[in-house]
Structure formats: C-alpha cells, structure tokens
C-alpha cells in the first residue's frame, strides 16, 4: 500500500519561491509516475507537473519556466520547486504517483492516478 505525504506549503508574496515535498511510503513496482496536481477554488484540478522512473519531466504550460520536478535523494521523494510565483498558483497542491505506461503518465489525465496525499495550502498574494 502507498501513501504520499505532502509538506512545503505556505503563503508567499508575488515572485517568491517555495519548495513543496511528497515523501512515498510504500512501494510501486515497476514503471511509475509521479506528479503534482493543484485545485483552486471554484476551478477544475490541473495537472502540473509529472516525472517518471526514467527521470522524463512534463509540464503544464502555466508553469513552465517557473516550476521543477525532481526526485530527491531518495527516489520515493518528490519534490517541487516553484519559483516566480503568481496569485493564479494559489491552490491546494497534491502529490499523485501510480504504476503507469509512458502514455498514461505524459497523456494522459490526473484521474489515471491511484495514489494521492492530502494536499498542501499554497497561496500567492
């Protein structure tokens, strides 16, 4: 059974940095997929950002530039580094992980995800 536990969140001003961390407990056998999915109020989920066992990285468009992907140390640590911060990255973050194909983790949508944490409170002001 995998759990995924989030920290990191925080209020911040606009242009600052703040760096989540998801740490998986648990193991997913094979090729997996992890990745951050935030929800603001009043507005659909968005995928963020996703990487997988081979180290492969997308983003949404939204974030790009701004945001990195990465395992820590330890590959069942998965962090997020966001830089420039914008009020329309407040939301709550997620981290997500499953064992999926290369279509799945780069394609297709957050609901493919079996794993999630609890979230934490980003907000941008």
């Known amino acids: 059974h995998v759990q995924l536990v989030e920290s990191g969140g925080g209020s911040v001003q606009a242009g600052g940095s703040l760096r989540l961390s998801c740490t998986a407990t648990g193991y997913i056998y094979g090729r997996y997929c992890m990745g951050w999915v935030r929800q603001a109020p009043g507005k659909e989920r968005e995928g963020v950002a996703r990487i997988d066992s081979g180290g492969t990285t997308s983003y949404a468009d939204s974030v790009k530039g701004r945001f990195t992907i990465s395992n820590g140390r330890a590959k069942t640590t998965l962090l997020l580094q966001m830089n420039s911060l914008e009020p329309e990255d407040t939301a709550v973050y997620y981290c997500?992980?499953?064992?999926?194909?290369?279509?799945?983790?780069?394609?297709?949508?957050?609901?493919?995800?079996?794993?999630w944490g609890q979230g934490t409170q980003v907000t941008v002001s």
């Open positions: 997500a992980a499953d064992r999926l194909s290369t279509y799945q983790c780069f394609e297709g949508s957050s609901d493919a995800f079996k794993y």
